[in-house]
């Protein structure tokens, strides 16, 4: 990290006690993963192999709809907005240990206005960053154990997506691609799980153009926020972590704030239904 970047640890808790959101029976413990702004009002979420709309005055969760039903082991994992107002999320199997298992049981889904789901493609291993081009042509994706960051044509007015290609393979140290975004300049940033940084990306020359380290291995996404985008928040986790690791990494887990990066974010898109 150069001298103009400043780094602080952001500590969010959260205090789940029994009974602050209601869900529906045979939910409540499965994963959140996702978030997502609605436009109607309130939220979207991912949770579990379930798209669900999050009422938070009312404290309630209820299923739009479900995924996978025929893959009892799977949850969703990162899921995100497209321009058009469809809420784009992919699933994985659960994982034995972090990044370890049953390869090719993932989908990338589609949720739309009228609440319909459109499976866009199946034999994905961990599906994870994804993002748009700023002249919404392009989509981003990554799915982690392919150790490279896609592109795809998109068309904005149908949704589709064709002509899949690599536009960067991670290096060695560089690790695990997990969480994505893009900022203001059409650059992408995406977390290296394992790889403890984030990088910076010129889709176009497919070439890492920055690196950003932080004090935990295990950094998992990353979005822009503040008043006007310009401070990146990075979040990371420290599960699979040993004692010894975590007395070395104490932060492991934390939310990580990054001023001074000279470039901004842009607000989400909100979900069309």
Same mark, same amino acid.
């Given at each position: 990290?150069?001298?103009?970047?400043?780094?602080?640890?952001?500590?969010?808790?959260?205090?789940?006690?029994?009974?602050?959101?209601?869900?529906?029976?045979?939910?409540?413990?499965?994963?959140?993963?996702?978030?997502?702004?609605?436009?109607?009002?309130?939220?979207?979420?991912?949770?579990?192999?379930?798209?669900?709309?999050?009422?938070?005055?009312?404290?309630?969760?209820?299923?739009?709809?479900?995924?996978?039903?025929?893959?009892?082991?799977?949850?969703?994992?990162?899921?995100?907005?497209?321009?058009?107002?469809?809420?784009?999320?992919?699933?994985?199997?659960?994982?034995?240990?972090?990044?370890?298992?049953?390869?090719?049981?993932?989908?990338?889904?589609? &949720?739309?206005? /009228?609440?319909?789901?459109?499976?866009? @493609?199946?034999?994905? !291993?961990? =599906?994870?960053?994804?993002?748009? +081009?700023?002249?919404?042509?392009?989509?981003?994706?990554?799915?982690?154990?392919?150790?490279?960051?896609?592109?795809?044509?998109?068309?904005?007015?149908?949704?589709?997506?064709?002509?899949?290609?690599?536009?960067?393979?991670?290096?060695?140290?560089?690790?695990?691609?997990?969480?994505?975004?893009?900022?203001?300049?059409?650059?992408?940033?995406?977390?290296?799980?394992?790889?403890?940084?984030?990088?910076?990306?010129?889709?176009?020359?497919?070439?890492?153009?920055?690196?950003?380290? &932080?004090?935990? /291995?295990?950094?998992?996404?990353?979005? @822009?926020?503040?008043? !006007?985008? =310009?401070?990146?928040?990075?979040? +990371?986790?420290?599960?699979?972590?040993?004692?010894?690791?975590?007395?070395?990494?104490?932060?492991?887990?934390?939310?990580?704030?990054?001023?001074?990066?000279?470039?901004?974010?842009?607000?989400?898109?909100?979900?069309?239904?």
């Amino acid at each position: 990290m150069s001298p103009d970047h400043r780094l602080s640890q952001q500590c969010v808790q959260m205090s789940l006690s029994e009974g602050m959101i209601r869900v529906e029976p045979g939910i409540s413990d499965a994963p959140v993963s996702s978030v997502a702004l609605r436009k109607s009002g309130d939220y979207v979420i991912t949770l579990g192999t379930r798209f669900a709309a999050l009422k938070w005055k009312d404290q309630l969760v209820t299923t739009i709809t479900q995924v996978d039903k025929d893959k009892p082991n799977n949850r969703f994992n990162d899921g995100k907005v497209d321009p058009a107002g469809r809420y784009f999320a992919g699933t994985m199997a659960e994982e034995i240990r972090p990044a370890v298992l049953e390869r090719h049981q993932g989908s990338l889904y589609a &949720l739309l206005a /009228d609440l319909s789901v459109v499976k866009h @493609f199946d034999h994905v !291993d961990i =599906s994870n960053g994804l993002d748009w +081009s700023l002249d919404h042509k392009t989509f981003f994706y990554i799915d982690s154990l392919s150790y490279s960051v896609d592109a795809f044509d998109y068309d904005l007015q149908t949704g589709k997506i064709g002509n899949r290609r690599s536009i960067y393979k991670l290096e060695k140290d560089e690790s695990i691609p997990d969480g994505m975004c893009i900022d203001t300049e059409g650059k992408l940033w995406v977390a290296c799980y394992d790889g403890g940084r984030v990088i910076r990306l010129d889709p176009e020359a497919g070439k890492r153009i920055q690196t950003v380290k &932080l004090p935990v /291995d295990k950094t998992t996404s990353c979005c @822009f926020g503040g008043k !006007d985008y =310009s401070e990146m928040y990075v979040t +990371s986790a420290s599960e699979g972590m040993d004692k010894d690791w975590l007395s070395r990494q104490p932060q492991a887990g934390g939310i990580f704030k990054i001023t001074g990066l000279g470039v901004k974010g842009i607000p989400p898109y909100p979900f069309a239904g």
